[in-house]
């Protein structure tokens, strides 16, 4: 997906060979969005109402790495770091990141996750040993920082490489040096723009451009799962993301094929001013009243739902009589998403912009939402983007 500008003997074999980038002329991408407490790359993240689409730069994005690590399990002292580059960074906490509580039951697993400025992404492995001392298995993660979020997962094959290298061969660090030496780039200021303000910029047809085997390790590869997975309650979490809504993913591990923004932490569910929605499996729960609504499943959101369906088995179809071989789920759960939305803020939009910025229930309607079952979803979404419009919606509670 991005050429290579360097010579990089010790990548060649960890990487894979680069995938040249599409001309400019056919790119076509859309900003992302910050919603609640942190960044999404969800499909439902492209267009507020004040965000156009904007340049597909993810692929223009040079390598630079500020960090790598090895993480290590000790049986006395828990998780630490034992092995860094550069030396004097600061790594506070990166120990527990980048290797999740309950790793010890499983073999292999990878880790996306945030530090200060930069987005970090660690590969962690676990080898029985016969050796007391460690209790009978070594586990690490070697991990990397880096202001690219979007490219991260271009050093998976690389990261995985090592992990075992460095289970098999602890305090050998030359090739991570090496690495290290021949990818370093520069922390971003902490007195610049802050991270949570700087644009993450999406570009659906990015999908084509990746080998099959990244679609599920890229940050931006495993959306057609998640919607499988959720069903109909992919819309239940589309509505609050776009509240902006701390929404906590419980899972166990391995984390690294389920989701980029959980948890293994069972605990965080009882620390209830962490986040406002709580997922754990395919249980979407709140402990606000006022969005208990938002949990219930109306008919507009079958109907989405119902389309969205439709419209990916006509994907598969025309992939198999070979009339389009350019488009994926990827890119259309994407585009799906971002139409409701841009359906949504336009007509908010020209209802703001006119004499008697009335919303009715008919206007509801023409953004594919139900009239009833959304009004509490109206009315937040009112409030939450600052939109001076009048809901003329009667409630049926109150009638």
């Known amino acids: 997906m991005v050429e290579r500008a360097d010579e990089a003997p010790l990548l060649f074999w960890a990487e894979g060979p680069a995938v040249s980038a599409p001309p400019p002329a056919a790119e076509a991408g859309g900003g ?51 092995w860094c580059l550069p030396q004097d960074i600061d790594l506070e906490g990166v120990e527990f990141k980048s290797m999740a509580s309950g790793s010890h ?16 992404l660690a590969c962690f492995a676990n080898m029985p040993v016969e050796s007391e001392l460690e209790r009978g298995a070594r586990m690490k993660s070697v991990g990397i920082l880096s202001p ?46 802050p991270a949570s303000q ?11 451009y990746m080998y099959p085997e990244m679609k599920i390790t890229h940050p ?13 309650q992919i819309l239940v979490l589309w509505k609050f993301a776009l509240l902006r809504k701390r929404i906590l993913i419980f899972s166990p591990p391995p984390v690294g094929v389920v989701c ?7 605990i965080f569910e009882e620390k209830r001013d962490l986040y406002d929605v709580y997922v754990d499996n395919q249980n979407v729960k709140t402990h606000h009243e006022h969005l208990q609504p938002l949990l219930k499943i109306n008919n507009a959101d079958k109907e989405k739902y119902r389309r969205l369906n439709d419209q990916r088995q006509m994907l598969m179809y025309s992939q198999e009589v070979g009339e389009d071989c350019s488009s994926c789920e990827e ?40 009239p009833q079952g959304d009004r509490s979803f109206l009315m937040d979404l009112l409030e939450v983007y600052g939109i001076d419009v009048m809901l003329v919606i009667d409630n049926p509670c109150c009638t």
């Open 260 to 266: 980029y923004r959980g948890t293994t932490e069972k």
């Open 198 to 208: 700087q644009p993450v910029h999406w570009l659906p047809s990015i999908h084509r």
């Open 32 to 82: 992302g969005r910050r919603l609640g407490g942190g960044w999404s790359a969800a499909p439902w993240a492209g267009a507020g109402p004040a965000e156009a689409a904007g340049p597909a730069r993810a692929e223009a994005e040079e390598d630079q790495i500020v960090a790598v690590f090895v993480v290590t399990f000790d049986p006395r002292t828990g998780n630490m770091v034992e």
């Open 331 to 370: 890119d259309l759960f994407i585009l799906f998403f971002m139409e409701q939305n841009n359906r949504i803020f336009q007509t908010l939009m020209e209802v703001s912009a006119s004499q008697d910025k009335t919303l009715t229930a008919d206007h509801a309607r023409g953004m594919g939402l139900d």
């Open 220 to 232: 931006a590869g495993c959306m057609s799962q998640f919607i499988k997975f959720f069903g109909e």
């Open 148 to 193: 690219s979020y979007t490219l991260l997962y271009r050093y998976m094959h690389f990261l995985e490489n090592q992990v075992r290298h460095q289970l098999e061969m602890p305090g050998h660090y030359s090739h991570l040096e090496a690495f290290y030496d021949d990818k370093k780039g520069v922390l971003p200021d902490s007195k610049g723009t």
């Open 105 to 120: 039951k499983i073999q292999s697993d990878f880790i996306y996750f945030r530090k200060g400025l930069c987005f970090g």
